[in-house]
């Protein structure tokens, strides 16, 4: 089964709109951390934004926030005011730590489109 | 400020040569990953070290490939025998200890020919 599932291969957004990528994920251990990351078209990863399982807010940096949902199991990566810059593929990831490990599990991504 | 670096971007092999890919981790970072990632698709977790130690290598194929990360120098990913589906972006990631944030490298996008 898999352990990150973005549903959605591809989004298209107007320039200036908010856009919500969907990320669920599936664990049992009670201490995990989620990632979001940008792989823009030249193909280096960028870190956007984390969320540990026990913080009590959602994290928020800039333009991106993150909508946790522990019950639900999701972790939904919002991007305010979209910019054309924007336009590339989209990560979410969870960190485990299975015999202390840390290693990240990554999602398949989601093809994010901004259109002027 | 330097960031993860890793050499060479691009590499260009043909099938039955060996692959070495270099990673040096952001200054402070003792947390070495090795990802994988094939066309298409997210990345894929091959192996953990610390300086001099594999922590964790159950994601890298048992032959052919090896990892190490020294007391002095870059960490090393290296592909023997290289074969067409060894053709992928190789990415490196560090953090520092104690932290959450792993922080990736540009990537080496290997071909083999």
């Not at chain 1, 959602?58 to 054309?84: D, W």
């Not at chain 2, 402070?28 to 990632?37: A, D, I, K, L, M």
């Amino acid at each position: 089964a898999q352990k990150i599932t973005q549903t959605q291969p591809g989004m298209f957004v107007q320039e200036k709109e908010a856009v919500t990528l969907d990320c669920t994920y599936d664990t049992s251990d009670p201490s995990y951390g989620l990632f979001w990351y940008k792989q823009p078209s030249s193909g280096e990863m960028i870190f956007l934004i984390y969320q540990g399982s026990y913080d009590q807010q959602n994290a928020t940096e800039g333009r991106y926030s993150l909508n946790f949902q522990k019950a639900r199991k999701s972790a939904n990566l919002v991007i305010s005011a979209s910019q054309l810059g924007d336009s590339a593929m989209y990560f979410c990831a969870m960190r485990e730590n299975q015999g202390g490990s840390e290693k990240l599990v990554f999602g398949k991504g989601t093809k994010l489109t901004v259109n002027p | 400020n330097a960031g993860v670096m890793q050499n060479p971007r691009h590499l260009v092999r043909r099938r039955g040569q060996e692959a070495r890919l270099r990673c040096s981790p952001v200054k402070g970072h003792s947390h070495v990953y090795w990802y994988r990632q094939l066309p298409e698709e997210g990345l894929k977790f091959m192996v953990y070290l610390q300086k001099e130690n594999i922590i964790d290598e159950s994601g890298m194929p048992k032959e052919r490939f090896s990892a190490e990360f020294p007391k002095e120098g870059p960490s090393i990913l290296r592909i023997q025998q290289v074969v067409r589906g060894d053709s992928a972006a190789y990415f490196c990631a560090s953090k520092r200890q104690g932290t959450d944030t792993q922080y990736f490298g540009p990537g080496t996008r290997l071909t083999v020919l």
